[in-house]
């Protein structure tokens, strides 16, 4: 069982930066593939990024490659994505989302795992 919580959304300005964490709670935390995902008022949930369980590879959504970064610290049991060159587009509630898989993710309803979302708003 794993228990997530995000933090760090907010309101920012389009060009802007801002880093969300995701602290886990669990013992076998660094097994999980961990992974966020966005959902925009009447969207379907976006694959954002995901990190596989030792950090060695990564996977990115289309939209979001070389603006966004995906990083976790096992011994801290959290997981961060770091936001820069923010577009209004990135507007969504972000969700930290966590599976029992070696090999990252990229289909959102394979994750077992979820937050409750931050929002992040990116104004023009």
């Known amino acids: 069982q794993v228990q997530l919580v995000e933090s760090g959304g907010g309101l920012v300005q389009a060009g802007g930066s801002l880093r969300l964490s995701c602290a886990a709670s669990?013992?076998?935390?660094?097994?999980?593939?961990m992974g966020w995902v966005r959902q925009a008022p009447g969207q379907e949930r976006e694959f954002v990024a995901a990190i596989n369980w030792s950090g060695s590879s990564t996977d990115y959504g289309d939209s979001v490659k070389g603006r966004l970064t995906i990083s976790r610290d096992n011994a801290k049991i959290a997981v961060y994505l770091q936001m820069n060159s923010l577009k209004p587009e990135d507007t969504a509630v972000y969700y930290c989302?966590?599976?029992?898989?070696?090999?990252?993710?990229?289909?959102?309803?394979?994750?077992?795992?979820w937050g409750q979302g931050t929002q992040v708003t990116v104004s023009s």
């Open positions: 669990g013992r076998t935390f660094s097994r999980y593939v």
């Open positions: 989302a966590a599976a029992p898989f070696a090999l990252v993710i990229t289909t959102p309803s394979m994750y077992r795992y």
